[in-house]
């Protein structure tokens, strides 16, 4: 069963099973979301932008979950000590709980540091057969 939890700003978390991926984890926007609690094995990430970015390499670093994000993100998250996945637009990746597959967004993205964050991106996850859209900021 997929269960859908929307934390805050632009922050889900998606369970199947036991496991569960968080989309741009800007957690601190919910003080009643409690990370530390969730089995979460996997985070995406859309873009650079701290309000993007989030709590995502703590977290990641805490749970030992692996962050999945464009090339130049992902770079900067190991850079920090995250266990990191840098991918480019359009293939489907596999995990525990599903598969997702990053797609084009129109948006800027610039590290914490100011350097060029990589594309933006939207994420369409697949899980248990059900679709779930992620846009990102996009112009739409």
């Given at each position: 069963?997929v269960d859908?939890?929307?934390?805050g700003?632009s922050?889900?978390e998606i ?6 991926v ?8 919910n003080k009643?979301y409690k990370?530390?609690n969730?089995p ?6 859309t ?5 993007h970015?989030?709590?995502?390499i703590?977290?990641?670093?805490a ?5 999945t994000a464009i090339?130049?993100?992902?770079g900067?998250?190991?850079e920090?000590g995250?266990?990191?996945k840098g991918?480019n ?10 598969k997702?597959i990053f797609?084009?967004?129109y ?7 100011g350097?060029?964050g990589?594309c933006a ?5 697949d899980?248990?057969g059900v679709r779930?859209?992620?846009?990102g900021?996009?112009?739409?």
């Amino acid at each position: 069963m997929v269960d859908l939890k929307y934390i805050g700003h632009s922050a889900f978390e998606i369970k199947n099973g036991d496991s569960a991926v968080l989309i741009d984890p800007l957690v601190s926007i919910n003080k009643k979301y409690k990370w530390k609690n969730e089995p979460i094995t996997d985070i995406l990430l859309t873009h650079a932008h701290g309000d993007h970015l989030g709590e995502a390499i703590e977290i990641a670093k805490a749970k030992d979950a692996e962050i999945t994000a464009i090339v130049e993100l992902a770079g900067y998250c190991a850079e920090q000590g995250a266990k990191a996945k840098g991918v480019n637009l359009g293939s489907w990746l596999q995990y525990s709980w599903g598969k997702a597959i990053f797609l084009p967004a129109y948006h800027s993205s610039s590290l914490p540091d100011g350097r060029y964050g990589g594309c933006a991106a939207s994420i369409l996850l697949d899980v248990d057969g059900v679709r779930i859209f992620h846009a990102g900021d996009t112009c739409l």
